[in-house]
C-alpha cells in the first residue's frame, strides 16, 4: 500500500523459507517448494484454483498442518519448534461461517484464548465489549447471544473479534466470506479493511476469487498446483502485467471488472446530500432538498447513521420526518471498490449508493451516473492503451 508509512503496525512479518508439504499416501507434494516474505503489516491474499494448496500453506503458518521441510518465521522467531498450542495463541485463525461454538454465548466464545491465557474475568469483558464494537457489533445487544441465533455475516463478525482477542500481531483467514450473501460479503470485505487500518495487523487470508484477493490484498499470491507460485506482486501489477499464461488465464475475462476494483469509492468525487432528522418538519426538508436541487433526503440518527433515504413524495406523505430504518439501506465505505458500488446501487431502488466513514456516518452519496462516467473513462483509456501499443508495433514493422 502506498499509504503504509501513515498506518500503525502491530504485526509481525512472515517468512517461509523453502517449505515443504508432502501428505502422507499422496505422490505428489501438495506444496513443493514455498519461500515466501510477506511484510508486517501488510494484508496478502493467496488465490488459485481449488488443491493447489492455499489451506495447506496457511495452515503450516499456525501449524495445524505439520510442514515436512522447511522453516517458518514470524518476526524473528522460528515457529518451526515452537509448541503449536502456545503458537496458536499468537497467530489468530479464521474460518467460513466464523467456527463459532455454537452452544456457548458471543462473549463466551470471544474471551476463550483470554481464559485460557489466565486473564481476568474484568480484562476479559472489557476486551469483548472492545472488539463487538470494533467489528460493528453494539455489546450491549450482542455479548450474550448464542451464535445460532446470529445472520452468517453477524457470526463471521465474532469469529473476527475472537482471533483477535490475545491481540495477535498475525491473522490467518481461510475463504471467510465464502459463507455469507454478496452484499454482505462486500461490506465484511470492507470492515476488515478498516480495522486492518485501525489495528496494523499482519493478515493472510485465502481465496479463490480473484476480484476479492486484488480488493483486499496490499499482494496477491497467486498459486497453481503444488504450491507452486505463478506471481506474487501488487493487484495493480498483476492486472499491468500477469507474469505466467497461467495468470494471464486466470485473471482472464475477470480482468475489465477487476480493474473497477483498483478504483475505490474514495477515489471519486461524491455527491453531496441533503441531511434530515427525525422530527424535522417535512415542508423545511423539502425546501431545503428544492434548493440543493435534490430530489432524496437522507434521514440520520444523532450519530449521524443513514436510517432511510426517502424521496421527497415520500417525505411529504407525512407532516414531519418518520423514524422509519430502512434495513436495506445501500451504503458503501470509502474502501469499497467501484464495482462494489455498482453491486450495491443494483441491489437498490435508490439509483445509487450512500457512503459512510469508518463509523458509518454519512458523507456523501454515489450515483450510478458517476460510476459510469468512470468506468467510461477507463474504458477508453484501455481503448488509448491498445491503439498506442497497435501503432508501436506497426511502428516496427515498418
Ligand atoms: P486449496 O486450499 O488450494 O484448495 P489444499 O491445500 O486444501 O488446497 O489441498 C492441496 C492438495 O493437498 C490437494 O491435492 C488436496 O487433495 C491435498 N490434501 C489436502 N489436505 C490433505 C490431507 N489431509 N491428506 C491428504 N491430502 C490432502
Ligand atoms: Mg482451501
Redesign the pocket.
Known amino acids: 500500500m502506498t499509504d503504509s508509512a501513515a498506518r500503525t503496525v502491530t504485526g509481525a512479518s512472515i517468512r517461509l523459507d523453502g517449505v515443504v508439504?508432502h501428505?502422507?499416501?499422496?505422490d505428489?507434494p501438495?506444496?513443493k517448494k514455498l519461500d515466501l516474505d510477506i511484510t508486517a503489516g501488510d494484508i496478502v491474499a493467496?488465490v488459485?484454483?481449488?488443491?493447489?494448496?492455499?489451506?495447506?500453506?496457511?495452515?503450516m503458518i499456525n501449524r495445524l498442518?505439520e510442514p515436512t521441510e522447511g522453516r517458518i518465521l514470524i518476526g524473528e522467531r522460528d515457529v518451526t519448534g515452537e509448541n503449536p498450542d502456545t503458537l496458536r495463541q499468537s497467530v489468530g485463525y479464521v474460518i467460513q461461517s466464523g467456527g463459532l461454538f455454537p452452544h456457548w454465548s458471543v462473549a463466551r466464545n470471544v474471551g476463550a484464548i483470554p481464559r485460557v491465557l489466565g486473564w481476568d474475568t474484568k480484562r476479559i469483558a472489557e476486551r469483548t465489549d472492545y472488539l463487538l464494537d470494533l467489528v460493528g457489533l453494539d455489546p450491549a445487544v450482542f455479548r450474550d447471544r448464542l451464535p445460532k441465533d446470529m445472520s452468517g455475516g453477524q457470526q463471521q463478525r465474532v469469529g473476527v473479534a475472537r482471533a483477535l482477542a490475545a491481540d495477535p500481531p498475525v491473522l490467518l483467514m481461510?475463504?471467510p466470506f465464502g459463507a455469507v450473501d454478496p452484499i454482505t460479503r462486500l461490506r465484511l470485505q470492507d470492515e476488515l479493511i478498516a480495522i486492518q487500518h485501525e489495528l496494523g495487523k499482519t493478515i493472510v487470508i485465502?481465496t479463490?476469487d480473484f476480484e476479492e484477493a486484488t480488493k483486499l490484498g496490499d499482494k496477491v499470491l497467486v498459486?497453481s498446483?503444488?504450491?507452486h507460485v505463478e506471481q506474487y506482486a501488487t493487484p495493480a501489477e498483476i492486472l499491468a502485467d500477469p507474469a505466467t499464461p497461467f495468470v494471464s488465464e486466470f485473471v482472464g475475462s475477470g480482468a475489465t471488472l477487476a480493474h473497477l476494483t483498483l478504483s475505490r469509492v474514495k477515489d471519486v468525487e461524491h455527491d453531496a446530500v441533503v441531511i434530515a432528522r427525525v422530527g424535522d418538519s417535512s415542508d423545511e426538508v423539502i425546501g431545503r432538498a428544492m434548493a440543493a436541487g435534490a430530489t432524496w433526503v437522507v434521514v440520520v440518527d444523532d450519530d449521524g447513521r443513514g436510517l432511510s433515504w426517502p424521496s421527497l413524495d415520500e417525505v411529504a406523505t407525512k407532516p414531519r420526518v418518520s423514524d422509519y430504518v430502512d434495513a436495506r439501506l445501500p451504503t458503501v465505505a470509502p474502501s469499497s471498490t467501484l464495482n462494489d458500488a455498482l453491486d450495491t446501487m443494483l441491489a437498490a431502488s435508490q439509483g445509487g449508493v450512500l457512503v459512510t466513514d469508518g463509523r458509518g456516518a454519512v458523507t456523501g452519496a454515489l450515483t450510478i451516473a458517476t460510476v459510469m462516467a468512470v468506468i467510461r473513462d477507463q474504458l477508453s483509456d484501455a481503448r488509448a492503451d491498445g491503439s498506442t501499443y497497435v501503432a508501436h508495433a506497426a511502428g516496427e514493422q515498418a
Not at 23 to 26: A, V
Not at 48 to 59: D, V
Request: charged share 25%.
Open positions: 508439504k501428505y502422507r499416501g499422496q505428489k501438495a506444496v493467496f488459485g484454483p481449488s488443491g493447489c494448496g492455499k489451506t495447506t500453506t496457511l495452515k498442518i481461510d475463504e485465502v479463490h498459486l498446483e503444488g504450491g
